[in-house]
């Protein structure tokens, strides 16, 4: 027998450092090891990522390549435009692969993708090596040490990963990388999956090469935004395993800063700097190691004197992470909704209201049953999604976030309490679509359950705390720089009314140079800014009693009332 010819197949761990995958693909030592990222159609096509996110990618896939190529020259990240379940059939064959090796993922549709990746290897007689990597532990242990159940407290989360043991130290980047072998990828028919030419408006019609599984110039190159039809980016933001080394190393060396941290006492409406770490992305993308974080932040505290502790401190901070994690690995596909979900409560969102007719309108998300043009929570959701609510705390964080692609954690609870259970009352699922979108650390796991937490339906319940959205950014703002910064049409305003213009007399208003009218969606007059949505006050009463009601008929989201629309007749 010859020796190994392995595929490491990079997805969400774009990085060389503590990445126990890599190790177990270098320690058969393989005659040959090709470094490759597939495009998965469900990340390129189907899910909902904007330009800030998929910038992101590229930083990190572009900072990897160069890494391998420094570790081997002969070797970089090499991409292959094509589904991973169609083109590894091909590629086992035609590279006579002995090993395909990556990183363990236990989100509910890389689960299911892997498995079939699995089953194609088997047929093919092709081993498969996974390491989990992602996590502080494996998260399917966590499972197993909880009984089997999702992790819905982040007590449940400890006492599980306690009985796991210690989490594991970091493993130092390779010092080498093998060559990689051959890449043939004329293979002899064209795939049926083949991908759809995104771009083909901006080439010539006779630009036969750009579909091809190497990419444009047929050698493997990172894609670029214009290649997946994307116009620039917005964020300030950049990615790469290398950025992120510098940045926890500059974490680190504030040795108050990291040791004390302590996440209710950090500011949302600081920026630049922000007041927490900013890693989420790196995180997200594999960047950055979970562990590496973990033991760089606990191997300080364990010297300093003073330094805070989980849940408010930085490790803290990971194990809600892991926490999520757990939950949807044990929930599976359900995880991120409400139907099918034994764990999360069901709220008959958007209770019918009256449009100005007095006609009762509303949208039922189980039923289905959706009144789009008269629908009062609709047109509170159209508002939310852009940042024209009429409420400056509101607005100014949405359009960070549209812009910047992140927003601090608070800044997160504010606005998913407000669209959901503290103002619009309209679904969570909705809400953590539009994040879904815009985050650049969009993570499946935390994105779906840190909305419900916020909703309530699932890990938290004291749904009579609402979120102001005028005392609380003035609890940590009061002059309202956040706003002034990302609501340039309140600029001007006194500090008395920038939380609430519409209480601003005449004069004030003028002196600003800033008239309220209007819903803010369409073309805006140039010196406007959105009259509120609705009374604040008055919503936080119909909300907490609606909930309180919710609460009371105690349903969820795998009743079978729920599923067949007659939770209306209780
Ligand atoms: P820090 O405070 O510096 O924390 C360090 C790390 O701990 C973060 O990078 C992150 O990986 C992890 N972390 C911190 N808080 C949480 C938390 N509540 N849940 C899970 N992990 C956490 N985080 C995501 O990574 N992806 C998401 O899609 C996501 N969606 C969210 C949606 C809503 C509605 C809310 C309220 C929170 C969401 N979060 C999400 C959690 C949290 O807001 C971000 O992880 C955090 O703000 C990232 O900034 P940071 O790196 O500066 O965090």
């Not at 771009?199 to 036969?208: E, L």
């Not at 003073?306 to 194990?319: D, I, M």
Request: glycine share 8%; proline share 7%.
């Amino acid at each position: 027998m010859g020796k190994p010819r392995v595929i490491y197949w990079f997805r969400t761990d774009l990085r060389l450092h503590d990445s126990p995958a890599l190790k177990a693909a270098l320690e058969p030592d393989p005659a040959v090891l090709w470094p490759i990222f597939t495009w998965d159609p469900h990340y390129v096509y189907r899910t909902k990522g904007g330009v800030n996110r998929w910038q992101y990618l590229l930083d990190c896939q572009n900072d990897l390549s160069k890494s391998i190529n420094k570790l081997n020259p002969k070797s970089k990240l090499f991409v292959l435009r094509e589904a991973p379940q169609t083109l590894f059939p091909k590629l086992f064959k035609a590279w006579n692969v002995t090993h395909l090796v990556f990183e363990k993922d236990t989100d509910s549709y890389a689960r299911e993708r892997d498995q079939a990746i699995a089953d194609i290897a088997q047929k093919a007689g092709v081993e498969i090596v996974t390491r989990y990597g992602r996590t502080l532990w494996d998260s399917d242990e966590v499972v197993a040490k909880n009984g089997g159940k999702p992790t819905m407290s982040i007590t449940q989360l400890q006492t599980a990963g306690h009985k796991i043991g210690e989490i594991p130290r970091p493993i130092a980047a390779p010092e080498h990388l093998p060559d990689p072998g051959e890449m043939p990828v004329n293979f002899d028919q064209e795939p049926p999956n083949a991908q759809p030419d995104l771009n083909a408006a901006h080439r010539g019609k006779d630009d036969k090469t750009y579909n091809s599984i190497a990419g444009p110039k047929g050698d493997f190159a990172i894609e670029t935004l214009e290649e997946l039809g994307f116009v620039a980016a917005t964020t300030p933001h950049r990615g790469g395993e290398t950025l992120a080394q510098k940045k926890l190393d500059c974490i680190i060396a504030d040795e108050k800063y990291a040791a004390t941290f302590q996440k209710p006492k950090t500011s949302p409406a600081a920026f630049e700097p922000q007041s927490t770490t900013l890693l989420s992305p790196f995180l997200h993308f594999g960047a950055l190691s979970p562990r590496l974080f973990y033991w760089r932040v606990q191997d300080l505290v364990s010297r300093y004197k003073g330094a805070s502790s989980p849940p408010e401190s930085l490790t803290g901070q990971l194990l809600f992470r892991d926490m999520y994690f757990a939950a949807a690995a044990a929930i599976g596909p359900a995880f991120t909704q409400t139907l099918n979900n034994p764990y999360i409560r069901f709220i008959p969102w958007n209770l019918p209201s009256k449009d100005e007719s007095g006609t009762e309108v509303g949208i039922n998300a189980i039923s289905g049953e959706y009144h789009v043009d008269s629908a009062q929570a609709e047109h509170w959701f159209q508002r939310w999604k852009v940042g024209v609510t009429g409420f400056p705390w509101i607005d100014a964080l949405m359009r960070q976030l549209r812009e910047e692609g992140w927003i601090h954690h608070l800044g997160r609870h504010s606005l998913a309490c407000f669209l959901t259970r503290g103002g619009c009352y309209v679904h969570w699922e909705r809400g953590a679509d539009v994040f879904e979108e815009l985050l650049l650390d969009h993570e499946p796991a935390c994105n779906a359950g840190n909305w419900q937490w916020l909703s309530c339906t699932a890990f938290f319940s004291q749904y009579y705390r609402c979120y102001s959205p005028v005392v609380f950014g003035q609890k940590w703002d009061k002059s309202g720089a956040l706003i002034r910064r990302w609501v340039p049409e309140l600029k001007d305003l006194d500090e008395k009314f920038v939380y609430e213009p519409w209480k601003a007399s005449k004069g004030a208003l003028g002196k600003a140079g800033v008239k309220i009218e209007g819903d803010g969606l369409g073309e805006r007059k140039k010196g406007t800014y959105p009259e509120p949505m609705f009374d604040f006050g008055e919503r936080r009463e119909i909300c907490i009693a609606a909930m309180k009601k919710a609460y009371q008929v105690g349903l969820h989201g795998d009743d079978e009332r729920v599923k067949n629309g007659t939770w209306r007749e209780l």
